[in-house]
Protein backbone atom coordinates (compact mmCIF):
# COMPACT_ATOMS: atom_id res chain seq x y z
CA UNK A 1 0.00 0.00 0.00
CA UNK A 2 1.60 3.38 -1.07
CA UNK A 3 0.19 6.55 0.76
CA UNK A 4 0.12 10.02 -1.04
CA UNK A 5 -1.58 13.52 -0.22
CA UNK A 6 -3.34 13.55 -3.56
CA UNK A 7 -3.73 10.91 -5.96
CA UNK A 8 -4.67 12.50 -9.75
CA UNK A 9 -6.42 9.74 -11.99
CA UNK A 10 -6.10 10.46 -15.64
CA UNK A 11 -2.79 12.69 -16.77
CA UNK A 12 -4.92 15.02 -19.31
CA UNK A 13 -4.32 18.88 -18.95
CA UNK A 14 -6.56 18.58 -16.05
CA UNK A 15 -4.53 15.90 -14.32
CA UNK A 16 -1.08 17.33 -15.12
CA UNK A 17 -2.30 20.87 -14.42
CA UNK A 18 -3.81 19.76 -10.57
CA UNK A 19 -0.27 17.85 -10.40
CA UNK A 20 1.97 20.81 -10.68
CA UNK A 21 0.01 22.62 -8.40
CA UNK A 22 0.27 20.09 -5.98
CA UNK A 23 3.45 18.92 -6.38
CA UNK A 24 4.35 22.84 -6.17
CA UNK A 25 2.06 23.25 -2.28
CA UNK A 26 5.08 20.39 -1.60
CA UNK A 27 2.29 17.73 -1.02
CA UNK A 28 3.21 14.28 -2.38
CA UNK A 29 1.42 13.83 -5.38
CA UNK A 30 0.87 10.56 -7.74
CA UNK A 31 -0.89 10.13 -11.17
CA UNK A 32 -2.01 7.19 -12.27
CA UNK A 33 -3.10 7.18 -16.53
CA UNK A 34 -4.21 4.10 -18.02
CA UNK A 35 -2.25 4.62 -21.81
CA UNK A 36 -0.86 7.60 -22.78
CA UNK A 37 0.13 11.06 -21.36
CA UNK A 38 -1.91 13.98 -22.69
CA UNK A 39 -5.40 12.64 -23.02
CA UNK A 40 -7.80 13.56 -26.12
CA UNK A 41 -5.57 16.84 -27.02
CA UNK A 42 -2.36 14.64 -28.15
CA UNK A 43 -4.11 13.59 -31.62
CA UNK A 44 -4.40 17.72 -32.23
CA UNK A 45 -2.12 18.80 -34.42
CA UNK A 46 -3.05 22.57 -34.25
CA UNK A 47 -4.00 24.30 -31.03
CA UNK A 48 -4.33 27.85 -31.54
CA UNK A 49 -6.40 29.18 -28.96
CA UNK A 50 -4.50 28.31 -25.56
CA UNK A 51 -3.28 31.50 -24.12
CA UNK A 52 0.62 32.15 -24.14
CA UNK A 53 1.11 29.35 -26.65
CA UNK A 54 0.30 30.58 -30.31
CA UNK A 55 1.12 27.83 -33.11
CA UNK A 56 1.26 25.03 -30.86
CA UNK A 57 0.64 21.78 -30.82
CA UNK A 58 -1.38 18.69 -28.69
CA UNK A 59 1.67 17.32 -28.16
CA UNK A 60 3.48 19.99 -27.35
CA UNK A 61 1.60 21.89 -25.23
CA UNK A 62 1.27 18.37 -22.86
CA UNK A 63 5.37 18.25 -23.08
CA UNK A 64 5.59 21.16 -21.69
CA UNK A 65 2.92 20.62 -18.77
CA UNK A 66 5.04 17.10 -18.29
CA UNK A 67 8.14 19.05 -17.84
CA UNK A 68 7.01 21.19 -15.10
CA UNK A 69 5.14 17.90 -13.31
CA UNK A 70 8.62 16.40 -13.48
CA UNK A 71 10.00 19.64 -12.14
CA UNK A 72 8.26 20.03 -9.22
CA UNK A 73 8.25 16.12 -8.63
CA UNK A 74 4.85 14.34 -8.70
CA UNK A 75 5.36 11.10 -10.28
CA UNK A 76 2.99 9.62 -12.85
CA UNK A 77 2.60 6.11 -13.27
CA UNK A 78 0.81 4.08 -16.04
CA UNK A 79 -1.51 1.94 -13.93
CA UNK A 80 -5.32 1.37 -15.07
CA UNK A 81 -7.56 2.20 -11.93
CA UNK A 82 -9.36 -0.89 -11.09
CA UNK A 83 -11.70 -0.39 -8.21
CA UNK A 84 -11.72 2.92 -5.89
CA UNK A 85 -13.41 3.34 -2.09
CA UNK A 86 -13.89 6.97 -1.34
CA UNK A 87 -15.46 7.07 1.59
CA UNK A 88 -13.65 7.14 4.51
CA UNK A 89 -11.23 9.43 5.36
CA UNK A 90 -8.42 8.11 3.44
CA UNK A 91 -9.31 6.79 -0.19
CA UNK A 92 -8.40 3.78 -1.45
CA UNK A 93 -7.63 3.20 -5.17
CA UNK A 94 -6.51 -0.14 -6.97
CA UNK A 95 -5.03 -0.88 -10.04
CA UNK A 96 -4.02 -4.15 -11.39
CA UNK A 97 -0.55 -4.05 -9.64
CA UNK A 98 -0.24 -1.89 -6.71
CA UNK A 99 -2.79 -0.08 -4.27
CA UNK A 100 -2.98 3.56 -2.90
CA UNK A 101 -3.96 5.55 -0.07
CA UNK A 102 -4.25 8.79 -0.62
CA UNK A 103 -5.84 11.72 1.67
CA UNK A 104 -7.25 13.38 -1.14
CA UNK A 105 -8.14 11.60 -5.25
CA UNK A 106 -8.82 14.10 -8.15
CA UNK A 107 -10.65 12.19 -10.66
CA UNK A 108 -9.65 13.83 -14.06
CA UNK A 109 -10.04 10.97 -16.48
CA UNK A 110 -11.33 12.97 -19.38
CA UNK A 111 -13.63 11.52 -22.16
CA UNK A 112 -13.48 9.41 -25.10
CA UNK A 113 -15.45 9.54 -28.20
CA UNK A 114 -18.91 7.86 -28.29
CA UNK A 115 -19.04 4.94 -30.36
CA UNK A 116 -21.51 3.82 -33.12
CA UNK A 117 -22.39 1.18 -30.98
CA UNK A 118 -22.90 -1.56 -34.24
CA UNK A 119 -22.06 -4.75 -35.71
CA UNK A 120 -18.53 -4.61 -36.82
CA UNK A 121 -17.50 -1.41 -35.21
CA UNK A 122 -15.20 -3.01 -32.45
CA UNK A 123 -13.55 -5.75 -34.47
CA UNK A 124 -12.94 -3.12 -37.26
CA UNK A 125 -11.27 -0.61 -35.44
CA UNK A 126 -8.32 0.04 -36.99
CA UNK A 127 -9.50 -2.20 -40.22
CA UNK A 128 -10.72 0.90 -41.16
CA UNK A 129 -12.93 2.26 -38.70
CA UNK A 130 -11.26 5.41 -36.99
CA UNK A 131 -12.07 8.12 -34.30
CA UNK A 132 -9.22 9.92 -35.51
CA UNK A 133 -8.55 11.73 -38.41
CA UNK A 134 -5.21 13.21 -37.77
CA UNK A 135 -3.96 9.76 -37.21
CA UNK A 136 -5.35 8.10 -39.59
CA UNK A 137 -5.88 10.30 -42.73
CA UNK A 138 -3.13 8.81 -44.66
CA UNK A 139 -4.20 5.55 -44.66
CA UNK A 140 -6.88 6.76 -47.00
CA UNK A 141 -5.23 8.11 -49.64
CA UNK A 142 -7.11 8.23 -52.83
CA UNK A 143 -10.02 5.97 -51.05
CA UNK A 144 -13.39 6.86 -50.49
CA UNK A 145 -14.24 7.75 -46.89
CA UNK A 146 -17.43 8.13 -44.42
CA UNK A 147 -17.92 11.01 -41.57
CA UNK A 148 -20.49 9.54 -39.18
CA UNK A 149 -21.63 12.92 -37.36
CA UNK A 150 -22.65 16.53 -38.46
CA UNK A 151 -21.63 18.51 -35.70
CA UNK A 152 -18.51 20.97 -35.54
CA UNK A 153 -15.85 17.98 -35.15
CA UNK A 154 -17.50 16.04 -37.90
CA UNK A 155 -17.37 18.56 -40.48
CA UNK A 156 -13.71 19.85 -39.81
CA UNK A 157 -12.62 16.38 -39.48
CA UNK A 158 -14.68 15.42 -42.50
CA UNK A 159 -12.83 18.47 -44.81
CA UNK A 160 -9.57 17.61 -43.29
CA UNK A 161 -9.44 14.37 -44.81
CA UNK A 162 -10.44 15.63 -48.35
CA UNK A 163 -7.19 16.30 -48.46
CA UNK A 164 -6.56 12.57 -48.64
CA UNK A 165 -9.63 10.97 -49.67
CA UNK A 166 -10.82 10.85 -53.08
CA UNK A 167 -14.18 11.49 -51.82
CA UNK A 168 -16.12 11.83 -48.04
CA UNK A 169 -19.70 11.54 -47.77
CA UNK A 170 -21.26 12.40 -44.66
CA UNK A 171 -24.10 10.44 -42.92
CA UNK A 172 -25.77 12.78 -39.98
CA UNK A 173 -29.17 11.39 -38.04
CA UNK A 174 -30.33 15.30 -38.31
CA UNK A 175 -31.99 16.85 -41.57
CA UNK A 176 -29.12 19.19 -42.00
CA UNK A 177 -25.93 19.99 -40.31
CA UNK A 178 -25.54 21.10 -36.46
CA UNK A 179 -22.28 22.31 -36.94
CA UNK A 180 -21.32 26.11 -36.71
CA UNK A 181 -22.79 28.11 -39.55
CA UNK A 182 -19.05 29.49 -41.00
CA UNK A 183 -17.58 25.49 -40.71
CA UNK A 184 -20.97 24.33 -43.20
CA UNK A 185 -20.58 27.08 -45.69
CA UNK A 186 -16.99 26.15 -46.00
CA UNK A 187 -18.19 22.08 -46.55
CA UNK A 188 -21.00 22.79 -48.66
CA UNK A 189 -18.26 24.44 -51.02
CA UNK A 190 -15.79 21.56 -51.04
CA UNK A 191 -16.47 19.48 -54.26
CA UNK A 192 -14.87 16.53 -52.56
CA UNK A 193 -17.65 16.63 -49.96
CA UNK A 194 -21.24 14.96 -50.05
CA UNK A 195 -24.13 15.07 -47.28
CA UNK A 196 -26.21 12.08 -46.55
CA UNK A 197 -29.24 13.11 -43.82
CA UNK A 198 -31.92 11.35 -41.43
CA UNK A 199 -29.46 8.54 -41.77
CA UNK A 200 -27.74 6.40 -39.50
CA UNK A 201 -25.27 3.41 -39.54
CA UNK A 202 -26.92 -0.33 -38.91
CA UNK A 203 -24.09 -2.74 -39.21
CA UNK A 204 -20.09 -2.89 -40.36
CA UNK A 205 -19.28 -5.51 -42.66
CA UNK A 206 -16.05 -7.07 -42.79
CA UNK A 207 -15.49 -8.92 -39.63
CA UNK A 208 -14.35 -11.86 -40.95
CA UNK A 209 -12.06 -9.86 -43.22
CA UNK A 210 -10.37 -8.01 -40.97
CA UNK A 211 -10.98 -4.60 -42.89
CA UNK A 212 -14.32 -2.43 -43.75
CA UNK A 213 -15.88 -4.08 -46.88
CA UNK A 214 -19.21 -2.31 -46.63
CA UNK A 215 -21.28 -0.54 -44.20
CA UNK A 216 -25.07 -0.81 -44.15
CA UNK A 217 -27.21 2.73 -43.32
CA UNK A 218 -31.06 3.47 -42.19
CA UNK A 219 -33.01 6.27 -43.58
CA UNK A 220 -34.61 7.53 -40.25
CA UNK A 221 -37.86 8.59 -42.01
CA UNK A 222 -38.50 6.12 -44.43
CA UNK A 223 -36.34 3.14 -42.37
CA UNK A 224 -35.61 1.71 -45.98
CA UNK A 225 -31.91 0.20 -45.26
CA UNK A 226 -29.20 0.38 -47.95
CA UNK A 227 -25.74 -0.93 -48.02
CA UNK A 228 -22.71 0.88 -49.45
CA UNK A 229 -19.89 -1.26 -50.73
CA UNK A 230 -16.34 -0.03 -52.11
CA UNK A 231 -14.95 0.37 -55.20
CA UNK A 232 -14.12 -2.68 -56.50
CA UNK A 233 -10.95 -1.42 -57.61
CA UNK A 234 -10.35 -0.20 -53.63
CA UNK A 235 -11.90 -2.92 -52.38
CA UNK A 236 -12.54 -1.08 -48.90
CA UNK A 237 -13.45 2.81 -47.61
CA UNK A 238 -12.90 4.23 -44.22
CA UNK A 239 -15.43 4.85 -41.54
CA UNK A 240 -14.99 8.03 -38.99
CA UNK A 241 -17.84 8.39 -36.60
CA UNK A 242 -17.46 11.71 -34.71
CA UNK A 243 -20.94 11.98 -32.49
CA UNK A 244 -19.67 13.24 -29.61
CA UNK A 245 -18.41 12.29 -26.50
CA UNK A 246 -18.83 10.05 -23.25
CA UNK A 247 -17.24 10.99 -19.96
CA UNK A 248 -14.99 8.21 -18.27
CA UNK A 249 -17.11 8.32 -14.99
CA UNK A 250 -17.81 3.96 -15.18
CA UNK A 251 -16.02 3.54 -12.02
CA UNK A 252 -17.75 6.84 -10.42
CA UNK A 253 -20.97 7.23 -11.19
CA UNK A 254 -22.57 5.15 -8.38
CA UNK A 255 -20.91 7.36 -5.94
CA UNK A 256 -20.77 10.53 -7.49
CA UNK A 257 -23.35 12.98 -8.31
CA UNK A 258 -23.70 13.31 -11.79
CA UNK A 259 -25.74 14.72 -14.65
CA UNK A 260 -26.00 12.04 -17.72
CA UNK A 261 -22.42 10.40 -16.45
CA UNK A 262 -20.57 14.22 -16.01
CA UNK A 263 -19.68 14.97 -12.69
CA UNK A 264 -20.99 17.63 -10.77
CA UNK A 265 -18.83 19.78 -8.64
CA UNK A 266 -19.25 23.33 -7.52
CA UNK A 267 -16.83 26.09 -8.55
CA UNK A 268 -14.23 24.63 -6.59
CA UNK A 269 -14.69 21.42 -7.91
CA UNK A 270 -15.93 19.68 -4.74
CA UNK A 271 -17.95 16.57 -5.35
CA UNK A 272 -20.20 15.03 -2.93
CA UNK A 273 -17.76 13.18 -1.23
CA UNK A 274 -15.64 15.13 1.07
CA UNK A 275 -11.84 15.19 -0.66
CA UNK A 276 -12.99 14.20 -3.80
CA UNK A 277 -12.54 16.19 -6.52
CA UNK A 278 -13.91 16.39 -10.34
CA UNK A 279 -11.60 18.27 -13.08
CA UNK A 280 -12.03 18.38 -16.78
CA UNK A 281 -14.09 16.93 -19.50
CA UNK A 282 -15.55 14.71 -17.31
CA UNK A 283 -17.26 17.36 -15.68
CA UNK A 284 -20.67 19.19 -15.64
CA UNK A 285 -19.81 22.23 -17.66
CA UNK A 286 -20.03 24.25 -20.51
CA UNK A 287 -16.74 24.86 -22.52
CA UNK A 288 -14.92 21.77 -22.86
CA UNK A 289 -11.34 23.30 -23.54
CA UNK A 290 -7.46 22.78 -22.85
CA UNK A 291 -7.96 26.09 -21.00
CA UNK A 292 -10.59 25.04 -19.14
CA UNK A 293 -9.04 21.57 -18.09
CA UNK A 294 -5.99 23.22 -16.93
CA UNK A 295 -8.19 25.68 -15.18
CA UNK A 296 -10.25 23.07 -13.17
CA UNK A 297 -7.11 21.09 -12.43
CA UNK A 298 -5.71 24.72 -10.65
CA UNK A 299 -8.50 24.41 -8.72
CA UNK A 300 -9.03 21.42 -7.51
CA UNK A 301 -5.27 21.46 -6.58
CA UNK A 302 -6.04 24.53 -4.34
CA UNK A 303 -8.86 22.98 -2.74
CA UNK A 304 -7.21 20.26 -2.10
CA UNK A 305 -4.62 21.89 -0.20
CA UNK A 306 -6.88 23.18 1.84
CA UNK A 307 -8.83 20.25 2.88
CA UNK A 308 -5.98 18.81 3.80
CA UNK A 309 -4.85 21.27 6.12
CA UNK A 310 -7.99 21.57 7.69
CA UNK A 311 -8.53 18.06 7.86
CA UNK A 312 -5.21 16.65 8.77
CA UNK A 313 -2.57 18.86 10.12
CA UNK A 314 -4.44 20.94 12.84
CA UNK B 1 14.66 -3.11 -32.70
CA UNK B 2 14.16 -4.16 -36.10
CA UNK B 3 13.05 -1.93 -38.83
CA UNK B 4 10.36 -3.59 -41.34
CA UNK B 5 10.08 -2.43 -44.62
CA UNK B 6 7.27 -3.12 -47.75
CA UNK B 7 10.43 -4.64 -49.25
CA UNK B 8 11.58 -6.98 -46.29
CA UNK B 9 8.93 -7.71 -44.51
CA UNK B 10 8.04 -10.90 -46.33
CA UNK B 11 11.81 -12.40 -45.47
CA UNK B 12 12.36 -10.98 -41.48
CA UNK B 13 8.87 -11.72 -40.89
CA UNK B 14 9.13 -15.23 -39.59
CA UNK B 15 8.84 -16.99 -35.91
CA UNK B 16 6.80 -15.04 -33.20
CA UNK B 17 6.92 -11.37 -34.39
CA UNK B 18 5.18 -8.17 -32.94
CA UNK B 19 5.16 -5.32 -35.19
CA UNK B 20 4.63 -1.57 -34.27
CA UNK B 21 3.00 0.04 -36.78
CA UNK B 22 3.29 4.20 -36.66
CA UNK B 23 4.16 7.31 -38.53
CA UNK B 24 5.20 10.47 -37.31
CA UNK B 25 1.70 11.79 -37.61
CA UNK B 26 0.30 9.39 -34.94
CA UNK B 27 1.04 11.21 -31.42
CA UNK B 28 -0.93 8.35 -29.86
CA UNK B 29 1.78 5.87 -31.91
CA UNK B 30 4.79 8.20 -30.63
CA UNK B 31 3.31 8.56 -26.94
CA UNK B 32 2.85 4.65 -26.77
CA UNK B 33 6.70 4.21 -28.26
CA UNK B 34 8.72 4.30 -24.86
CA UNK B 35 6.24 1.70 -23.58
CA UNK B 36 6.67 -0.24 -26.35
CA UNK B 37 10.29 0.00 -26.17
CA UNK B 38 10.58 -1.16 -22.42
CA UNK B 39 8.18 -4.13 -23.41
CA UNK B 40 10.19 -5.08 -26.28
CA UNK B 41 13.34 -5.48 -23.60
CA UNK B 42 11.55 -7.59 -21.24
CA UNK B 43 9.85 -9.78 -23.80
CA UNK B 44 13.55 -9.84 -25.66
CA UNK B 45 14.05 -13.61 -25.45
CA UNK B 46 10.12 -14.24 -27.08
CA UNK B 47 9.25 -12.35 -30.04
CA UNK B 48 11.24 -10.57 -32.73
CA UNK B 49 9.93 -6.80 -32.18
CA UNK B 50 9.94 -4.13 -35.04
CA UNK B 51 8.94 -1.03 -36.14
CA UNK B 52 7.22 -0.26 -39.12
CA UNK B 53 6.61 3.27 -40.36
CA UNK B 54 2.76 3.05 -42.42
CA UNK B 55 3.90 6.43 -44.63
CA UNK B 56 6.84 4.93 -46.44
CA UNK B 57 5.21 1.66 -46.81
CA UNK B 58 2.00 2.93 -48.98
CA UNK B 59 -1.47 2.67 -49.06
CA UNK B 60 -1.65 -0.34 -51.13
CA UNK B 61 0.98 -2.47 -48.66
CA UNK B 62 -1.34 -1.05 -45.57
CA UNK B 63 -4.04 -2.44 -46.77
CA UNK B 64 -2.95 -5.95 -47.83
CA UNK B 65 -1.63 -6.03 -44.15
CA UNK B 66 -5.24 -4.70 -43.12
CA UNK B 67 -3.31 -1.90 -41.11
CA UNK B 68 -5.83 0.78 -41.46
CA UNK B 69 -5.91 2.64 -38.38
CA UNK B 70 -3.45 3.25 -35.81
CA UNK B 71 -1.77 2.70 -33.32
CA UNK B 72 -1.65 -0.90 -34.15
CA UNK B 73 0.34 -4.05 -32.78
CA UNK B 74 0.03 -7.01 -34.63
CA UNK B 75 1.50 -10.64 -33.63
CA UNK B 76 2.56 -12.53 -36.68
CA UNK B 77 3.68 -16.07 -36.11
CA UNK B 78 5.55 -17.20 -39.88
CA UNK B 79 3.86 -13.96 -41.32
CA UNK B 80 0.31 -14.63 -40.65
CA UNK B 81 -1.16 -12.22 -38.30
CA UNK B 82 -2.46 -14.00 -35.40
CA UNK B 83 -3.27 -11.21 -32.76
CA UNK B 84 -3.52 -7.39 -32.56
CA UNK B 85 -4.50 -4.22 -30.49
CA UNK B 86 -5.41 -1.29 -31.97
CA UNK B 87 -7.05 2.34 -32.22
CA UNK B 88 -8.03 3.19 -28.39
CA UNK B 89 -7.50 -0.03 -26.90
CA UNK B 90 -3.69 -0.08 -27.43
CA UNK B 91 -2.39 0.56 -23.81
CA UNK B 92 0.62 -0.77 -22.50
CA UNK B 93 -1.61 -2.67 -20.95
CA UNK B 94 -3.30 -4.38 -23.43
CA UNK B 95 -0.29 -5.01 -25.26
CA UNK B 96 1.52 -6.95 -22.71
CA UNK B 97 -1.62 -9.45 -21.92
CA UNK B 98 -1.36 -9.81 -25.66
CA UNK B 99 1.96 -10.53 -25.69
CA UNK B 100 1.73 -12.94 -22.46
CA UNK B 101 -1.19 -15.02 -24.36
CA UNK B 102 1.74 -15.78 -26.97
CA UNK B 103 4.63 -16.14 -25.22
Known amino acids: ??????????????????????????LSTVVLEKSKIGGQIVTTTEVANFPGCPEDSGPGIIEKMKKQVDLFGAEIIKEEVTALDLKGDLKVVKTSKSEFEAKTVIYAAGAYPRKLGVEGEKELTGGGVSYCATCDAGFFEELEVYVIGGGNSAVEEGMYLTKFARKVNLITIDPHLTAEKSICEEAMKNEKMTFTYNSVVTKIHGKEEGIVTGMTVKNV?????????????????????????????DL???ILDNENSYIKTDDHMNTNIEGVYAAGDLRVKLVRQVVTAASDGAIAAVSAEKYIEEKFNK | MFILTKDNFEAENTGLTVVDFWNEGCTKCIALMPDYEELSNTYADNFKFCKMDTKASGPRFNIKLKVMGLPAIVVYKDGVEVDRVAGDDASREAIENMLKKHV
Open chain 1, 221 to 249: KTNEETTFEPDPEDGTFGIFPFIGYVPNT
Open chain 1, 1 to 26: MRKCDVLIIGAGPAGLTAAIYAARAK
Open chain 1, 252 to 254: VKD
